[in-house]
């Protein structure tokens, strides 16, 4: 499987680049692995139609401990046009939570898809941290940073109680 991870604050004009860039790298690899996206991920939605539109197979990771929250608009989106989804007992509320089921789909993955900028790990964004983890488990990094790309001034993650705002990183 392909899976792809990243920046939580890509500009919108970024996303839609992003997505285009994700497409055309999944069209190029020889092999017809499916494309594998936690919901509600940051880039779950525009990953998700590069998939299908590449003609893959989208498997979608959704949480499954206690209350599973309302998806939001993005993870509805790409849980809509899933082909499987495959359920998880992690909270998603947890960053901690979050990047343990990440590095659990990096153990069932063949190629990771990093939206990454080359940036450290800051304590809040996770994609460096993922990036060295399938690396030091020997799984292939394609990192996708597009000349053109941006980041937010912060990120913007959404809680249930709203969006909370992070350092960029």
């Known amino acids: 499987m392909i899976l792809a991870v990243g920046h939580a604050d890509l500009t919108p004009d970024t996303l839609k680049t992003v997505e285009h860039e994700l497409r055309v790298r999944q069209e190029r690899l020889g092999d017809p692995a499916p494309g594998l996206v936690r919901a509600g ?17 989208l498997v979608v990771l959704q949480p499954a401990q206690g209350a599973v929250p309302t998806p939001s608009a993005a993870a509805q989106e790409v849980l809509a046009s899933a082909e499987e989804v495959r359920l998880l007992p992690y909270d998603p509320d947890s960053r901690d939570a979050c990047m343990g089921a990440d590095e659990a789909l990096i153990g069932q993955c063949s190629r990771l898809l990093a939206v990454w900028d080359g940036s450290p790990s800051n304590g809040r964004d996770a994609t460096a941290h993922l990036v060295a983890y399938a ?35």
């Open 41 to 57: 991920a940051a880039l779950s939605a525009p990953f998700g139609r590069a998939v299908r539109a590449s003609g893959r197979r």
């Open 135 to 169: 690396r030091a488990r020997g799984v292939p990094v394609d990192v996708v940073w597009p000349v053109a790309a941006t980041r937010e001034p912060t990120c913007r993650a959404t809680t249930p109680n709203g969006p909370m705002a992070a350092p960029r990183g």
